[in-house]
C-alpha cells in the first residue's frame, strides 16, 4: 500500500500531458509521469518515491508505436516489455527485456519506464546503447531527437517536465548477430549479477553491461580490446578487467570480487558466440 495520496491525471496529447506538468508543478504540486506505474508502486511503498499527482502517459497514440520501415525500426516508450517480446521487432531487445523481473510484472512495466527507472538495472537500454539509437524527446518547445550517447550517461539525462516518447534505431543494428547473458546468484528471476549484451556490426563486437557498476554503460575502451585479433583470449579477458568503470557492485547479490570473476567468464562466452558469426 502507497502510504500518501496523489492525483490522477490522464492526457490524450504529447503538448497537454508537457503543459499538466509545468501548470501543477506551478502550483506547488509534485507531478510525476506515469507509465507502467511498478516504479511508483514498489518504491512508494517504501518512501523512496513521492508524488502528490500522476500524470499517465498511456493516453497519448505516438506513445504506443511500433512502426518498421526498410531503414528504421521506431518504439513508442509506451509499449510493454510483454507487447515487445511478443512482437519480436529487435531480437536482441526482445532477449534481453524477456529476463527483466517476471512475466506479470513485464505486462506493466514499459519501454520507457525501464529505461528512466530510478533503480539502476535499466537493462532495456543496452540493445539501444550497443546500435547508436536515437531518442525522441518531448520538450516544453517541442519534440527533439537526441544520439543517445548524446543524452544517456549512466541514466537517460532530461530536463525537469520533459518525457521520452519513442526510441528510433537503424535496420542495421536490429538484424544483426547478438547475445543477451544474465547472470543471477541463483534462481531464475530476481536482480542480477550482470546483465551483458553484445552485438556484432561489420566484423566487430560491441559491449553494453547492466548490474556490474550502479548504472549501466557501453564498454567502448573494452571492445579495443575484444576486437583486438592480436591479443589472445586471457589477455582481452584480463585487459577487460582493467579497463571497466568504476566502482564496481559489492552488495548482497554478490561482492565485487565474485562479480568480477562472472563478468570473465560472460566474457569468453561472448567472445566464443560471436566469433561463430
Not at 523512496?48 to 493516453?59: F, H, Q, S
Not at 523481473?101 to 527507472?117: P, S, V
Not at 530510478?118 to 540493445?127: H, N
Request: proline share 5%; hydrophobic share 40%; net charge negative.
Amino acid at each position: 500500500m502507497i502510504p500518501y495520496d496523489f492525483d490522477y491525471y490522464r492526457p490524450n496529447s504529447i503538448q497537454e500531458a508537457l503543459t499538466m506538468y509545468q501548470t501543477l508543478k506551478h502550483a506547488g504540486r509534485k507531478p510525476m509521469y506515469f507509465s507502467g506505474g511498478t516504479e511508483i508502486i514498489t518504491l512508494g511503498r517504501v518512501d523512496w518515491v513521492y508524488t502528490d499527482a500522476v500524470i499517465d502517459l498511456k493516453g497519448i497514440p505516438e506513445y504506443h508505436v511500433l512502426f518498421k520501415s526498410e531503414s528504421r525500426l521506431i518504439l513508442g516508450a509506451g509499449l510493454s516489455l510483454v507487447q515487445i517480446e511478443e512482437a519480436n521487432p529487435f531480437p536482441l531487445l526482445s532477449e534481453t527485456a524477456s529476463e527483466i523481473a517476471d512475466h506479470t510484472a513485464r505486462t506493466k512495466i514499459t519501454l520507457g519506464g525501464n529505461i528512466c527507472a530510478q533503480i539502476f538495472y535499466r537493462e532495456a537500454v543496452l540493445p539501444f546503447l550497443l546500435s547508436d539509437s536515437l531518442m525522441v524527446v518531448a520538450m516544453h518547445d517541442g519534440m527533439k531527437i537526441f544520439p543517445i550517447h548524446e543524452i544517456f550517461s549512466k541514466c537517460l539525462c532530461l530536463s525537469e517536465g520533459d518525457f521520452l516518447i519513442q526510441v528510433s534505431t537503424d535496420q542495421k543494428f536490429v538484424e544483426a548477430p547478438s547475445i543477451s547473458i544474465k547472470r543471477r546468484k541463483q534462481w531464475n528471476t530476481g536482480y542480477p549479477l550482470l546483465t551483458a549484451a553484445a552485438l556484432k556490426v561489420d566484423g566487430a563486437i560491441r559491449l553494453a553491461i547492466s548490474g556490474l557498476c550502479p548504472f549501466p554503460f557501453r564498454a567502448f575502451e573494452i571492445e579495443e580490446l575484444l576486437n583486438n585479433s592480436d591479443l589472445s583470449m586471457e589477455e582481452k579477458i584480463n585487459g577487460a578487467v582493467e579497463r571497466l568503470p568504476s566502482p564496481i557492485l559489492n552488495d548482497v547479490e554478490g561482492s565485487a570480487e565474485y562479480r568480477i570473476f562472472v563478468l570473465k567468464n560472460t566474457l569468453i562466452d561472448i567472445l566464443q558466440e560471436l566469433g561463430k558469426e
